[in-house]
Nanobody, 125 residues
Framework: QVQLVESGGGLVQAGGSLRLSCAAS????????MGWFRQTPRKEREFVAV????????FYADSVKGRFTISRDNANNTVYLQMNSLKPEDTAVYYC??????????????????WGQGTQVTVSS
């Protein structure tokens, strides 16, 4: 099993920045990739970004490309999501996710076996 714990959410004004962290523990050697999803009460869980644990290649949703950056610290088993130029529509609960295999599609939540508890990000206008 892999346990994921997110931190770093909060309230920020539009145009501001936040950095989310996700610390992984347990069988971290089995992790193939880690990513971020977000969800609001009105929407299904939405893909944000993902990073391969080995090699560090990344993939982003079009809605965040150029504003968000995902990165990893292998030594500390931690993934970060740097969010810049935040918009009110970025308001959501952000979830960290991990998979032990190459997904059919990065954007499908069911392809990820492990999830964190979520952290709230609120962007005021």
């Amino acid at each position: 099993q892999v346990q994921l714990v997110e931190s770093g959410g909060g309230l920020v004004q539009a145009g501001g920045s936040l950095r989310l962290s996700c610390a992984a523990s347990g069988r971290t050697f089995s992790v193939y990739a880690m990513g971020w999803f977000r969800q609001t009460p009105r929407k299904e869980r939405e893909f944000v970004a993902v990073i391969r644990w080995s090699g560090g290649s990344t993939f982003y949703a079009d809605s965040v490309k150029g504003r968000f950056t995902i990165s990893r610290d292998n030594a500390n088993n931690t993934v970060y999501l740097q969010m810049n130029s935040l918009k009110p529509e970025d308001t959501a609960v952000y979830y960290c996710a991990a998979t032990s295999r190459l997904p059919r599609l990065w954007v499908i939540p069911n392809e990820y076996e492990y999830w964190g508890q979520g952290t709230q990000v609120t962007v005021s206008s």
